[in-house]
């Protein structure tokens, strides 16, 4: 385990940070710190909370304010406006201060009481991550299971990388942490790029259980753009199907094309309508589908590009000040 090189002599226990990326929470978040506070009790170890709204349009940032106020050791930071969680998480990440950040949901899914279990195997194990691996999805809608079902195998298949049960429940040492934040993609999939960094992990198996409160936020639109992006960010064997169907294509053109001439010059090129429509309709809706995939990239490759910043905060509270 690395130790920290604080400025004074003398070692100091790790310290550790929360990272919490919410968005739309305010009414349970004082009952969800209250449960933190009590399981970071347990570890006996200095703590930070580091609290993401990402512009969150209810009173969130003033339940914020006003715990800040009651507590030490909260930071906390205001998006300008709804970027997303990985990006709130992005923020988190790169404001914590700790020896080793866990990053959490804020809307009590992912147990409190797991923290000291995941403390105790970072300081034993000597593993850089301690993950939280996912035992069932909880409750869930069925399209939601069939969805993450479907996404995730296609990601096992394509990207090589094992990812059943991967949650945004982590311990990373500041060791990943560095690691993860030198990545600077604007498509940004937490799970993937922490599994793709490829540290030491140990994986702790939960249950999620019910949201304490509110609802969901993440629409069905949502998870199909974090599905996207988790995709095209980890293979680009979409774009080699593209290249496979066409020699496919083309190796049924020549066979076709050779038995169309030879009818025509022996005079029976009679009647071929249905030919013709399913070759045209085939044919089309590849083309649109390999423009469609060749189009996802370069909409990445874009948005890479542009170079914008992952995430505006607007304000912020620091407990050092
Ligand atoms: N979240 C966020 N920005 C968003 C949506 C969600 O920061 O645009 C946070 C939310 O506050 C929670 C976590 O991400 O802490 C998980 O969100 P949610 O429970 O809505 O997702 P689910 O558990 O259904 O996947
Ligand atoms: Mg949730």
Redo the contacts with the bound molecule.
Sequence with gaps: MEQFQMDSAEAQPPFLSIV??????GRHLPAFLTAVRSSMGKCNLPYEVVL?D?GSPDETWQVIVEEAKRSQGLRALRLSR?F??ES?LCAGLEHARGNAVIAM???G?HPPSLIPDMVRQWQTSGADIVEAVKRGRGRESLSNKLGAQLFYFILNKLSGFHFKGASDFKLMNRKAVDAWLKMHERNVFFRGMTIWMGFTTVQIPFEVVP?SAGH???SALKRLKLALIGITAFSSFPLHLVTFAGVVFLVISVLLGLETLYLKLVGRAVSGFATVILLELIIGSLLMISLGIIGEYLARIYEEVKGRPRYIVTESIDPDE
């Design positions: 919490l990326p919410v968005f739309r929470e993401v990402d709804n997303g969680k709130a949901d804020a809307d899914q949201r969901s936020t993440w």
